[in-house]
């Protein structure tokens, strides 16, 4: 008998199915309904680390069951490539920003390839690809034309060592991540996608989705909508009104200070009235790069000054009160002034505690009540903001906009899509914070598409969000090029099946393109086919596996599991088994070197199973265990409980071994419910016993739930093949289970009567014959 080759067979069947298109997938298929699978795309950073793995096989798994389930799988792939890590990696090491990352794409290609996944390469995407990026910019166009898109000068995070400004993503705790300066914010005019729009509609999308409750309470969060009311308070000797926006006006009666943000325009509107206006000024000043989330940080020192010179009249009590100025309340939210009740709110507290303000305990008043008596409106606010998508960096899909001198600003035509990035030498970020395509004459100047006129390019690129909102679109039909897609493929396969990756990208990636399939269904007509109002119908993540120690698998901490290594020692099918074992998937949990060695021993078992196949063999002993592990696999694999699966084909395996013969349809059942785990193992197994097909284009085995009742049978007890008792067992029950059973039986022993055993005969499910 041969043994279990993993580096041999595995290479022969990922071959084996790239030359036959196994798992390219056609758009229609007689009898099939479309299944569309879909894992996160990976940024092509260089190396495919163990978090990669553990979402791409275990998500692997699940499309290969759908389809020996009968549906007609879509399992694409591609590179999420345009981003700020190229651009940080090849400053780094002085590579430019796209040589780094085509030879990343191409490394990780074969790595990707060495899971032995089903995917279908002839769909691939790459987001920097020209092909791609060119309705990238269209999709920026169409949020253009219907005034989704919209420049202002908006905060940017602000590295004044590196003279730059940074992705949220790049800001360490409120540090820059490449050089620990303290990140300031910054004014500076940024292109932004008017997502506040779809608040409403990106909150109620939730409900009807089958998403884990965690993300769903995650966005509604993030979204945050808040009902409340607007409450104007006089300022005596004075016309200007204070509106205040406040969730519990029940509360007005302890309402003894008010708070302005730094931002408010009352500072600079009543400032000859404010007597220590330097003192607020300086205040101000301290306040301005602080970032919101220090600003709102709970465990912070309260800070402030009194607005002095001028109060406030609390409309419900009438009484006179101090106004202050303290960067606990922002600019941006509400109305950027708070009344402040202390005796109700933990901040308001704290703050009233350090300038020693009145705390008052007054009763509530009736909500509605009281608004009417104030003539108070009722509004709603939200903590979610427009989206910031422009970058003053070089690798991103340039923003599609001219500036004309005498047309001002104006949309890069459809027809002259894609502005291409330009190959650049120089993409390091400049000085004043511009793009570095800035320094590109040739890619700055253009011609006024409205009136011909020497005119300039908008040099900002997209922030790489943008690529990742609709590439699930492009994987319809991913070669087009006069259309994002083609509407019937659209059609054909979306909204997505199943997603899965990490939880990480809840309120970005996962809110985004739920953003952008809303405005695409909006447009008139809606584009592409774009008909559903949501792109992703299910979602599942998969948890973080921890080093070997149980922590963060860093290189600083030494304790990286490289999954190359794995392949090359104990090849994919055990590197995927494991994946899908060692706990359960949503958890992740800490990598067991031994863990993956005892995978790779069940799989060799299940390898020698296979030579046990014999014509004689009955098919009745296994009738149960069989059943019931068809029905757990199957619904484990449904539910994603990857690891209880494996363990209920563990068992199975055990039983099997204790057989002498095997029953070859037996053990082709066993396989298929191992194939999505073990799919190069099993495709193997499968030919050697003769078949001429893939196992993949087989259906999955079916369960008969009649066989799988815990049914007790009575077992018949023969001595010396005399029938001399009977007992009740449970069905399914083993040789050694039966004896156990039966040998201490009164009646059995008196039979013995110290004889020696000679030999048991079993018959599963019938009876046990002890030869004495
Ligand atoms: C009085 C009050 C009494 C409040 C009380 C709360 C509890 P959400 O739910 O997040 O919308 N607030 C309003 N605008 C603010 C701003 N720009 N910056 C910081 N805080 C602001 O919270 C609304 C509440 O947060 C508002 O209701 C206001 O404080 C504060 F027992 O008004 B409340
Ligand atoms: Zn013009």
């Given at each position: 008998?041969?043994?279990?080759?993993?580096?041999?067979?595995?290479?022969?069947?990922?071959?084996?199915w790239?030359?036959n298109?196994?798992y390219?997938?056609?758009?229609?298929?007689?009898?099939?309904?479309n299944f569309?699978?879909?894992?996160?795309?990976?940024?092509?950073?260089?190396?495919?680390?163990?978090?990669?793995w553990?979402?791409?096989?275990?998500?692997d798994?699940y499309?290969?069951?759908?389809k020996?389930?009968?549906?007609?799988?879509m399992?694409?792939?591609?590179f999420?490539?345009?981003?700020?890590?190229?651009?940080?990696?090849?400053i780094?090491?002085?590579?430019?920003p796209?040589?780094?990352?085509?030879?990343?794409?191409?490394?990780?290609?074969?790595?990707?390839?060495?899971i032995?996944?089903?995917y279908d390469?002839?769909?691939?995407?790459?987001?920097?690809?020209?092909?791609y990026y060119?309705?990238?910019q269209?999709?920026?166009?169409?949020?253009y034309?219907?005034g989704?898109?919209y420049?202002?000068?908006?905060?940017?995070?602000?590295?004044?060592k590196?003279h730059?400004?940074?992705?949220?993503?790049?800001?360490?705790?409120?540090?820059?991540e490449?050089?620990?300066?303290?990140v300031?914010?910054r004014e500076?005019?940024q292109?932004l996608?008017?997502?506040t729009k779809y608040?409403d509609?990106?909150?109620?999308g939730l409900?009807?989705?089958?998403?884990?409750?965690?993300?769903k309470?995650?966005?509604k969060?993030?979204?945050g909508r808040?009902?409340?009311?607007?409450i104007?308070?006089?300022?005596q000797?004075?016309?200007?009104?204070l509106?205040?926006?406040?969730?519990?006006?029940?509360?007005i009666f302890?309402?003894t200070?008010?708070?302005?943000?730094?931002?408010?325009?009352?500072?600079?509107?009543?400032?000859?009235q404010?007597?220590?206006l330097?003192?607020?000024k300086?205040?101000?000043?301290e306040?301005?790069h602080k970032?919101?989330?220090?600003?709102?940080?709970e465990?912070?020192q309260k800070?402030?000054?009194?607005?002095?010179g001028?109060?406030?009249i609390?409309p419900?009590?009438?009484?006179?009160?101090?106004?202050f100025?303290?960067?606990?309340?922002l600019?941006?939210?509400?109305?950027?002034a708070?009344?402040?009740?202390p005796?109700?709110?933990?901040?308001d507290?704290?703050?009233?505690?350090?300038?020693?303000?009145?705390?008052i305990k007054?009763?509530?008043?009736?909500?509605d009540?009281i608004s009417?008596?104030?003539?108070?409106?009722?509004?709603?606010?939200?903590?979610?903001?427009?989206?910031?998508?422009?970058?003053?960096?070089y690798w991103?899909?340039?923003?599609?906009?001219i500036?004309?001198?005498?047309?001002?600003?104006?949309a890069?035509?459809?027809?002259d899509l894609?502005?291409?990035?330009?190959n650049?030498?120089?993409?390091?970020?400049?000085?004043e914070?511009?793009?570095p395509l800035a320094?590109?004459?040739?890619f700055?100047?253009?011609?006024?598409?409205?009136?011909?006129s020497?005119?300039?390019?908008e040099?900002?690129?997209?922030?790489?969000?943008?690529?990742?909102?609709w590439?699930?679109?492009?994987?319809?039909?991913p070669?087009?090029?006069?259309?994002?897609?083609?509407?019937k493929?659209?059609?054909?396969w979306?909204?997505?099946d199943?997603?899965?990756?990490?939880?990480e990208?809840?309120v970005?990636?996962?809110l985004y393109?739920?953003f952008f399939?809303?405005?695409l269904?909006?447009?008139?007509?809606?584009?592409g086919?774009?008909?559903?109002?949501?792109?992703f119908?299910?979602l599942r993540?998969q948890?973080?596996?921890?080093?070997?120690?149980?922590?963060?698998?860093s290189?600083s901490?030494?304790n990286?599991?490289d999954p190359?290594?794995?392949?090359k020692?104990y090849?994919?099918?055990a590197?995927r088994?494991?994946?899908?074992?060692?706990?359960?998937?949503?958890?992740?949990g800490?990598?067991s070197?031994?863990?993956?060695?005892g995978?790779?021993r069940?799989?060799e078992r299940?390898?020698k199973?296979?030579?046990?196949?014999?014509?004689?063999a009955?098919?009745?002993?296994?009738?149960f265990?069989?059943h019931k592990t068809?029905?757990?696999?199957t619904e484990?694999?449904e539910?994603f409980?990857f690891?209880?699966?494996?363990?209920?084909m563990?068992?199975?395996?055990?039983e099997?071994?204790?057989?002498?013969?095997l029953?070859?349809?037996?053990?082709?059942?066993?396989?298929?419910?191992l194939?999505?785990?073990a799919?190069?193992?099993t495709?193997?197994?499968?030919f050697?016993l003769?078949?001429?097909?893939?196992?993949?284009l087989?259906?999955?085995?079916?369960?008969?739930?009649k066989k799988?009742?815990?049914e007790i049978?009575e077992l018949?007890v023969?001595?010396?093949?005399?029938?001399?008792?009977?007992?009740?067992?449970k069905?399914?029950i083993?040789?050694?289970?039966a004896e156990?059973l039966?040998l201490?039986?009164e009646?059995?022993?008196?039979?013995i009567n110290?004889?020696?055993?000679q030999?048991?005969?079993?018959v599963?499910?019938?009876l046990?014959?002890?030869?004495?």
């Amino acid at each position: 008998m041969e043994s279990y080759n993993p580096r041999k067979i595995e290479k022969k069947w990922q071959k084996y199915w790239e030359r036959n298109k196994s798992y390219q997938a056609k758009d229609f298929v007689k009898g099939k309904k479309n299944f569309y699978h879909l894992v996160m795309f990976p940024y092509p950073s260089g190396d495919l680390h163990m978090g990669h793995w553990y979402n791409y096989a275990p998500a692997d798994v699940y499309a290969r069951f759908k389809k020996m389930r009968g549906f007609n799988v879509m399992s694409p792939i591609g590179f999420d490539s345009f981003g700020l890590p190229a651009e940080n990696a090849a400053i780094k090491r002085k590579i430019h920003p796209k040589d780094w990352t085509y030879k990343n794409i191409k490394t990780m290609t074969e790595q990707i390839k060495s899971i032995g996944a089903m995917y279908d390469w002839s769909r691939r995407v790459v987001t920097s690809d020209p092909e791609y990026y060119k309705w990238t910019q269209w999709m920026f166009l169409q949020f253009y034309k219907n005034g989704l898109a919209y420049k202002k000068k908006a905060p940017a995070n602000w590295c004044p060592k590196c003279h730059t400004v940074l992705a949220n993503e790049q800001v360490v705790d409120g540090r820059c991540e490449r050089c620990e300066a303290e990140v300031v914010q910054r004014e500076i005019e940024q292109w932004l996608f008017r997502i506040t729009k779809y608040a409403d509609r990106l909150l109620n999308g939730l409900n009807a989705l089958d998403w884990p409750e965690k993300t769903k309470i995650m966005q509604k969060n993030w979204i945050g909508r808040s009902e409340g009311t607007l409450i104007d308070f006089r300022i005596q000797d004075s016309s200007f009104m204070l509106q205040v926006f406040t969730t519990r006006v029940d509360t007005i009666f302890g309402c003894t200070y008010v708070v302005v943000a730094p931002e408010h325009e009352i500072i600079s509107n009543l400032k000859s009235q404010i007597s220590n206006l330097s003192e607020v000024k300086k205040y101000i000043e301290e306040t301005k790069h602080k970032l919101e989330r220090e600003r709102l940080a709970e465990d912070k020192q309260k800070s402030g000054v009194e607005l002095k010179g001028i109060k406030a009249i609390n409309p419900a009590t009438n009484k006179e009160v101090p106004i202050f100025v303290s960067d606990y309340v922002l600019g941006h939210y509400g109305t950027g002034a708070i009344m402040a009740v202390p005796a109700y709110d933990e901040r308001d507290f704290e703050f009233a505690k350090k300038f020693n303000l009145a705390i008052i305990k007054a009763p509530l008043a009736p909500k509605d009540e009281i608004s009417k008596k104030l003539g108070a409106k009722k509004t709603i606010n939200y903590k979610l903001r427009d989206w910031l998508v422009s970058r003053q960096r070089y690798w991103g899909a340039p923003i599609p906009i001219i500036y004309c001198p005498k047309c001002g600003e104006v949309a890069v035509p459809e027809k002259d899509l894609p502005v291409l990035l330009p190959n650049v030498k120089n993409y390091l970020p400049t000085e004043e914070g511009k793009s570095p395509l800035a320094h590109s004459e040739k890619f700055v100047n253009a011609k006024c598409p409205k009136c011909g006129s020497k005119a300039t390019r908008e040099t900002d690129t997209m922030d790489t969000f943008v690529c990742s909102s609709w590439y699930y679109l492009r994987y319809a039909d991913p070669k087009n090029k006069n259309k994002f897609a083609d509407s019937k493929k659209i059609k054909a396969w979306l909204p997505v099946d199943m997603y899965v990756g990490g939880a990480e990208h809840t309120v970005m990636h996962l809110l985004y393109s739920r953003f952008f399939t809303k405005v695409l269904k909006d447009l008139n007509p809606p584009a592409g086919g774009v008909d559903f109002k949501e792109p992703f119908l299910s979602l599942r993540h998969q948890g973080i596996i921890l080093g070997p120690d149980g922590q963060k698998m860093s290189k600083s901490r030494g304790n990286v599991i490289d999954p190359d290594e794995l392949v090359k020692n104990y090849g994919s099918d055990a590197v995927r088994m494991y994946l899908c074992f060692m706990g359960e998937y949503s958890q992740g949990g800490p990598w067991s070197p031994t863990g993956i060695m005892g995978t790779k021993r069940f799989l060799e078992r299940v390898w020698k199973l296979a030579h046990k196949v014999n014509p004689c063999a009955s098919r009745k002993g296994l009738t149960f265990a069989l059943h019931k592990t068809i029905k757990k696999v199957t619904e484990d694999i449904e539910n994603f409980k990857f690891n209880t699966a494996v363990s209920a084909m563990m068992i199975l395996v055990n039983e099997l071994e204790k057989q002498e013969k095997l029953e070859i349809r037996n053990l082709e059942l066993v396989i298929k419910l191992l194939a999505p785990f073990a799919p190069h193992l099993t495709e193997e197994l499968w030919f050697k016993l003769g078949n001429k097909k893939s196992i993949f284009l087989e259906s999955w085995p079916k369960y008969d739930p009649k066989k799988i009742k815990e049914e007790i049978f009575e077992l018949v007890v023969q001595i010396n093949g005399k029938v001399r008792d009977k007992t009740e067992a449970k069905r399914g029950i083993s040789q050694k289970e039966a004896e156990q059973l039966t040998l201490n039986r009164e009646n059995v022993k008196r039979y013995i009567n110290g004889k020696r055993v000679q030999k048991i005969i079993f018959v599963p499910d019938k009876l046990i014959n002890i030869v004495i």
